[in-house]
Nanobody, 121 residues
Framework: QVQLVESGGGLVQAGGSLRLSCAASGSIFTIVTMGWYRQAPGKQRELVAAITRGSSTNYADSVRGRFTISRDNAKNTVYLQMNSLKREDTAVFYC???????????????WGQGTQVTVSS
């Protein structure tokens, strides 16, 4: 079994900051990419940021310059530092990991349960 457990969501005023964490645990051989999606009410889930094992990063245009993704490979953990938060950042944030459970396994994507981020004006 593989679990992704998120933490760090909450309520913050516009202009404030939050840091999300997501730790993967269980039967994991290797993780290639970790990242974050978000889904606001009535909208499709969208990619926020992703980071490879070699620390190459990718950001949505709407968060570039405000959010920073990082990861600790030894802890199988990914972080999302969110600064200068806006009301339109309000959403449920989901972390994911693309991983193999053994040297013989194919790649699979696993998801966290989601954490609510609410930005008030």
């Amino acid at each position: 079994q593989v679990q992704l457990v998120e933490s760090g969501g909450g309520l913050v005023q516009a202009g404030g900051s939050l840091r999300l964490s997501c730790a993967a645990s269980g039967s994991i051989f290797t993780i290639v990419t970790m990242g974050w999606y978000r889904q606001a009410p009535g909208k499709q889930r969208e990619l926020v940021a992703a980071i490879t094992r070699g620390s190459s990063t990718n950001y949505a245009d709407s968060v570039r310059g405000r959010f920073t993704i990082s990861r600790d490979n030894a802890k199988n953990t990914v972080y999302l530092q969110m600064n200068s938060l806006k009301r339109e950042d309000t959403a449920v944030f989901y972390c994911y990991a693309d991983l193999r459970r053994s040297d013989y396994d194919s790649w699979s994507r696993y998801w966290g349960q989601g954490t609510q981020v609410t930005v008030s004006s």
